[in-house]
C-alpha cells in the first residue's frame, strides 16, 4: 500500500502533490490543514486521513480528530499535529505511544523534515516538514510511504519545491 504524507499546507495546495500522490492509495496529513477547501481538494483525490493543527478551526476541528491511532496493512500508525520527536515528545505523547504502541508515529507542526527511528519505544518518527508557503522552512516537502504484510517497505522525502 503506498501513503501519501503531508503536514502544514496552511491553505495552499501545489498541484504538484496530485502528480505525487497519484499512485498512492490513501493520504495522510499531519494538521495545520489550513481550510477546508484544501482538504476538500485532498478528500477528492485518495481515501483521506487527517488529525487538525493548531492553526485548523471551525469546520475542521468537527471533520477531524485531535489524534488517530489505526492499524492498517498490519502496521500501526499513530498521528497528532504536535507531537515532538523522539527523546523530545509534547506533553502527553510519550505516555500516549507506549500505551498505543505503533509501528509509525507521524505528526507536523515544526515545519522540519524528520524520519527516524526511536529505538525505546521501537518506532518510526515521521514529520513530513511543511508542504506550504507559511512558516520558516526553506523548501516545500512530502513523504512517500509504502507499507504491507506488517512492514514498513519504503520511505522517500519529496521535495516540491522552495517556499517561496
Not at 500501526?76 to 506533553?91: E, Q, R, S
Not at 509509525?104 to 523534515?113: A, K, R, T, V, Y
Not at 520558516?136 to 522517500?156: A, P, W
Request: charged share 25%.
Amino acid at each position: 500500500m503506498n501513503i501519501g504524507i503531508l503536514s502544514d499546507t496552511h491553505g495552499f495546495f501545489d498541484p504538484k502533490i496530485a502528480d505525487y500522490f497519484s499512485d498512492c492509495d490513501e493520504i495522510w496529513h499531519a494538521g495545520d490543514i489550513g481550510n477546508h477547501e484544501t482538504a476538500k481538494q485532498l478528500e477528492a483525490m485518495k481515501p483521506f486521513r487527517a488529525v487538525y493543527g493548531n492553526i485548523d478551526g471551525g469546520i475542521l476541528r468537527q471533520l477531524y480528530p485531535l489524534q488517530l491511532a489505526f492499524t492498517i496493512e498490519g502496521v500501526k500508525i499513530c498521528m497528532i499535529h504536535i507531537g515532538g520527536y523522539p527523546g523530545k515528545y509534547a506533553k502527553g505523547v510519550k505516555a500516549w505511544l507506549e500505551k498505543e504502541k505503533p509501528d509509525i508515529f507521524i505528526c507536523g507542526h515544526s515545519h522540519i523534515l524528520k524520519v527516524m527511528p526511536d529505538r525505546k519505544l521501537k518506532l518510526l518518527h515521521i514529520n513530513p516538514g511543511a508542504a506550504g508557503k507559511q512558516g520558516f522552512h526553506q523548501v516545500r516537502t512530502l513523504i512517500l510511504l509504502e507499507i504491507g504484510s506488517g512492514k514498513i517497505l519504503g520511505c522517500k522525502v519529496v521535495e516540491l519545491g522552495k517556499r517561496v
